[in-house]
């Protein structure tokens, strides 16, 4: 420890700078008299202060730091003054005269009283008994993202955002959850209330630029004063307000170069046929290429093919020359998705005086996406304007509105039909033709030419906030809030044509089940107006050392949605693709909705001398989708904290541990967040024009008897309780924070209850189901500076898992939920291993004498799975599907997302400033399927996959396949399935097949630089700064074929938009 810290005292010599000689001024300090001031700097309780900055101000190169005495000696210009300085205490001054000097330092009361938001007000950070985190603007600065939950990934512990299955795609959102997902009830979601300054909002729309501070409250005492909205947490955003003073303006842009990421690599095209052979001879022993054909494979890799040949494929002999006749060579993930470059501008305007502030901001984002073809893109423009204006001494008035358009275009046909045809796309199959022109069935011509999905979404806030103070310390609150979003949309196809050997054009179906040359339009509208109203009063009161604070209030909200559609085809004109030029009978559709809330809320805090903390908060909901006696509910929470480092006999111990905090919570909420908006209402199946009679020639509407409703349906209550501490070691430089948690939500939505068929009517579904999660979660950071070094770690780790714990499964069916099962639970069988010989298969298929494994399939060789047999019952079987009767299966996998973790380094240094953040998962289980996973194996021939990794397929010591023996391969030898059991024996849900999903990523590596302020001021500018940023530049993971968060759907995975790679090159400038 002694020699570390000498190592660390003589790395932080001070250093002396030469002059200056092109500045006259300079030459005249050096000359000035030179003294050496020494002193001691302790802490207001007297104790050695080590590692204290002491430095000349406006010359950085004259420093020095404490020993470990907390002594310091520095050589100066006689009278300099000098800045001692140290994080969480305020920076003192003094004059250089060359006596000694003795220093105390104070605490930093903004340090000490940072201030978290909270439901309905704000908190000093040490007297937080619930679990919130809180999240600073510069997380998110600078980032080349398209919107905040991206920026947001792995920052929080117990804030889980993931790629949806859409992945990158540029409308595509994060999946976002606190704590897990939260409910299984049919209709229920899980998902946070997201308020942007109190107005419930779209976290992916707003500007990241506008936002000030984001609040993540996790547990029931933080969230439960938001009520049935919030039984999963909240996001609190925070949106940056104007300062009173000269008016400031700030201007940020970048450019961003973007480029896709983890695609799969195809094979080449000689690598695929004869990948294709070996699949069709294990198949049916039909080879699908030629000697011929592969000969010129061959030749036309190696740039030998001329004349006609060259195009990779001849006319002559029709379709199937197109596929098993052609020899080109083409990698069509490279052909469909480019690099492309996309911008973004950014400015706000905020000042004003002591009576009013102002921030006005605006934003444009142009984003591309990675298509070649048809290429797709999203604008966004952000217009935000905030007035905070003081009226006399006790009425103040806030208004803030927010306006967002987003423009999202793209091909029609970019859809999961489009990724699930590219991977399928033989490599033979060349890009043009010999004439020029694309090829059918290369998703290019319907990409290009097949007609737009586009997508115009207008969102609009006003918010206007009033407080009256009319006694000292009583605070009364009135706020309204509206939010009204409008939604187009028009969806087209349009004739798309090939050209065949001549060059004449031909009508081409532009997909399954559409008839050639057929067009269509979609438009449909959408608007959502959300109205909300809150009515708050607080009162602070603080009689010695005893400080109370009490709120009470009344929350109201109504939503409205109404939507109309119409469809029409064959358009006169493909040039106008509208549904006044199309020519069927006209398809309308329409409908509205709505529903509201309402709640009293009250909250009761309490601490003495910020030692002792409680907490009481009492909420009762309100909801129009439950009836009578069911409608309201009260749910109360408590949390309490003791500060043991603010106890008389923690002084010995406070120059080490400066904080120690301890906290508890438990409470509930209830949960009306589910798609029945009108459970209590009898409806009535009707249909138009489809009875099975006629009256007057024609067939009549139709309408059923009514279903039956539940008057019992009720709220699902979710009841939680939290455990945590929160410690500063070592003059607060390390810092950190832990909880465990245990969720249990009630009375879920689910199945209705089996009735007898003669009961003639739909049973209704009731609250009948539970489920428990629990976790934990964890952030420590480090943060110290030595001389004009600054640097910090932060490490953040979650954890959660969940359990149903009541479910009505009377017959134990396996693939429902039942008690005691896992979230993210796979049944599978065991692998035993592939067979490396005939007779090594013959003998595993004599160990089951009564069946072997026929039931999965037949003609058992070497290359194909060997299953254990777990109930010992000689045969391979799946059971009867019940709990009662697993047959062989087991649990193999959990496909939950474990040990979430984010990585957070930055230093700066003299103006030059360095972050790096990464982010990961320690543990998951994947199981997929599909053709990206399985290549040829199990799919039909015109369904199937070919990449480079597909190449690791068992092949005998003896095999006759040019890639020579593979007897320790991953996959078991490729064999085409077409639907048979032949195919699909070796790919059933197994053991050997459960892929590590675990993964770490460089999610952001930036460096920037700020210009010194003396430069700047030249030219009238507060401050410059310019940066390169890059987004997902490398990842560690031990997953095949996937990007690990980009696996799409479970069971035809890989069927998505892929992520980008992102440069970007930025500059902040403040006026």
């Avoid at 950085?60 to 300099?80: C, V, Y």
């Avoid at 109205?531 to 109370?548: A, M, P």
């Avoid at 029945?676 to 008897?705: C, D, R």
């Avoid at 032949?982 to 990523?1001: H, L, M």
Wanted: charged share 20%; proline share 4%; hydrophobic share 35%.
């Amino acid at each position: 420890m002694a020699i570390a810290a000498s190592i660390m005292l003589w790395c932080a010599t001070p250093q002396q700078a030469a002059a200056d000689t092109y500045e006259k001024h300079e030459i005249a300090s050096v000359q000035q008299q030179k003294v050496k001031t020494t002193g001691t700097v302790v802490d207001q309780n007297g104790e050695a202060m080590i590692g204290v900055s002491v430095k000349v101000k406006d010359n950085a190169t004259m420093g020095a730091i404490t020993d470990l005495e907390g002594k310091f000696s520095i050589d100066t210009p006689k009278g300099a003054t000098l800045e001692i300085s140290y994080i969480g205490y305020k920076t003192v001054t003094v004059k250089a005269e060359g006596t000694a000097l003795n220093i105390t330092m104070q605490e930093d009361a903004e340090v000490l009283d940072e201030v978290v938001i909270v439901g309905y007000g704000s908190q000093k950070k040490v007297n937080v008994t619930g679990a919130v985190s809180m999240v600073d603007s510069k997380v998110i600065e600078s980032r080349p993202v398209s919107n905040v939950s991206q920026a947001l990934q792995g920052v929080v512990p117990g804030l889980n955002l993931t790629v949806p299955t859409a992945g990158g795609a540029l409308d595509a959102g994060m999946n976002i959850s606190i704590r897990g997902a939260g409910t299984i009830g049919d209709g229920s979601s899980s998902s946070p209330l997201i308020l942007i300054d109190g107005m419930e909002g779209d976290m992916n729309s707003i500007n990241p630029n506008d936002i000030e501070n984001i609040s993540v409250l996790k547990d029931a005492a933080a969230s439960s004063i938001y009520g049935s909205r919030a039984p999963f947490g909240v996001i609190l955003i925070t949106t940056k307000s104007g300062k009173a003073g000269r008016t400031s303006v700030n201007y940020s842009t970048n450019v961003r170069f973007k480029s896709p990421m983890s695609m799969p690599e195809m094979m080449d095209s000689w690598s695929f046929a004869n990948y294709w052979n070996e699949a069709g001879i294990n198949q049916n022993g039909n080879i699908k290429f030629t000697q011929d054909v592969m000969d010129k494979i061959l030749a036309f890799q190696q740039g030998t093919l001329t004349g006609p040949d060259a195009a990779g494929i001849s006319w002559k002999d029709g379709e199937w020359k197109k596929y098993a006749g052609a020899w080109a060579n083409t990698d069509w993930f490279k052909e469909q998705y480019h690099s492309i470059v996309s911008n973004e501008h950014n400015i706000s305007v905020n000042g004003g005086t002591d009576k009013v502030t102002y921030m006005v901001s605006a934003g444009y984002m142009g984003d591309k996406g990675l298509t070649r073809h048809g290429d797709d893109r999203l604008t966004r423009y952000n217009l935000s304007g905030k007035i905070n204006a003081t009226l006399s001494k006790y009425v103040k008035l806030m208004y803030n509105t927010k306006f967002i358009r987003e423009d999202y275009d793209r091909p029609s046909y970019l859809t999961s039909n489009f990724y699930h045809n590219i991977a399928r796309r033989w490599p033979t199959n060349p890009v043009k033709d010999a004439n020029g022109y694309y090829l059918d069935h290369s998703e290019i011509i319907q990409m290009e030419e097949g007609g737009r999905d586009v997508t115009q979404k207008d969102q609009f806030y006003q918010q206007i906030q009033l407080v009256v103070e009319p006694l000292k310390d009583w605070l009364i609150h009135a706020e309204g809030n509206m939010k009204i979003v409008n939604n187009q949309n028009q969806w087209e196809v349009l004739p798309v044509y090939y050209h065949d050997g001549e060059g004449s054009p031909v009508a081409m179906a532009w997909f399954d089940g559409y008839t050639p040359g057929m067009s269509r339009v979609n438009q449909s509208y959408w608007k959502d107006n959300n109205y909300s109203l809150n009515l708050y009063t607080d009162y602070f009161k603080q009689i010695g050392d005893h400080y109370f604070k009490v709120m009470g209030g009344f929350n109201a909200e109504l939503y409205k949605r109404t939507n109309l559609s119409g469809q029409r085809d064959e358009l006169i004109t493909p040039d106008v693709p509208t549904l006044n030029t199309g020519t069927t009978e006209q398809k309308a559709n329409g409908g509205y909705s709505h529903w509201a809330n309402a709640g009293f809320f009250g909250r009761i805090n309490y601490n003495y001398k910020e030692r002792y903390l409680l907490e009481i908060n009492g909420r009762y909901d309100g909801s129009s989708r439950f009836i009578g006696d069911k409608r309201w509910g009260f749910f109360p929470s408590f949390s309490a904290g003791w500060n043991v480092s603010r106890e008389p006999f923690w002084r010995d111990l406070e120059h080490i541990v400066n904080n120690f905090k301890i906290r508890g919570s438990w409470g509930e909420l209830g949960n009306c967040n589910t798609t029945a908006f009108y459970p209590f209402y009898q409806t009535m199946p009707t249909g138009v024009e489809n009875s099975g009679w006629l009256i007057n020639g024609k067939k009549p509407n139709t309408a059923s008897a009514p279903g039956i409703v539940s008057a019992e349906m009720t709220w699902e209550t979710v009841r939680s309780w939290n455990i945590g501490f929160d410690f500063g070691l070592l003059n607060n430089r390390l810092t950190g924070s832990f909880d465990y948690f245990v969720r249990n939500t009630l009375d879920m939505i689910g199945p209705a209850p089996q009735l007898p068929a003669t009961l003639g009517a739909t049973v209704p579904k009731v609250n009948n189901a539970d489920m428990k999660a629990w976790g934990f979660e964890v952030e420590v950071s480090w943060r110290d500076r030595i001389k004009d070094f600054n640097y910090g770690v932060k490490f953040v780790l979650s954890d959660d898992q969940r359990k149903v714990t009541r479910y009505p499964n009377e017959e134990l069916n396996r693939n429902q939920w039942y008690a005691g099962r896992m979230d993210g639970l796979v049944w599978g069988y065991e692998t035993v291993g592939i067979a490396k010989t005939d007779a090594e298969m013959e003998a595993h298929l004599a160990s089951l004498p009564n069946g072997g494994q026929s039931q999965l399939g037949s003609k058992w060789a070497a290359g194909d799975i060997m299953y254990k047999d777990l109930n010992g019952d000689g045969k391979i079987s799946s059971g009867d599907g019940t709990l009662n009767d697993l047959g062989d299966l087991k649990v193999v996998a959990n496909t939950q997302l474990r040990f979430k973790y984010g990585l957070t380094l930055d230093a700066s240094w003299k103006g030059f400033d360095f972050s790096a953040f990464f982010q990961g998962v320690g543990k998951r289980d994947v199981v997929v399927g599909g053709p990206y996973f399985w290549g040829a194996n199990g799919q039909g021939m015109w369904q199937a996959a070919a990449f480079k990794d597909h190449m690791d397929y068992f092949r005998p010591e003896d095999t006759e396949s040019v890639f020579g023996p593979n007897v320790d391969a991953y996959y078991p030898r490729v064999i085409f399935g077409g639907g048979s059991s032949e195919g699909g024996k070796n790919i059933q849900t197994q053991s050997r097949y459960v892929q590590n999903g675990a993964y770490i990523r460089l999610k952001n590596l930036q460096l920037g630089y700020t210009l010194p302020s003396t430069i700047t001021k030249k030219f009238a500018v507060n401050s410059l700064r310019v940066y390169v940023s890059g987004d997902n530049l490398w990842t560690g993971t031990k997953m095949r074929v996937f990007d690990p968060e980009v696996l799409g759907s479970t069971g035809d995975a890989g069927k998505a938009y892929p992520l980008a790679r992102v440069w970007s090159v930025g500059l902040n400038v403040n006026f």
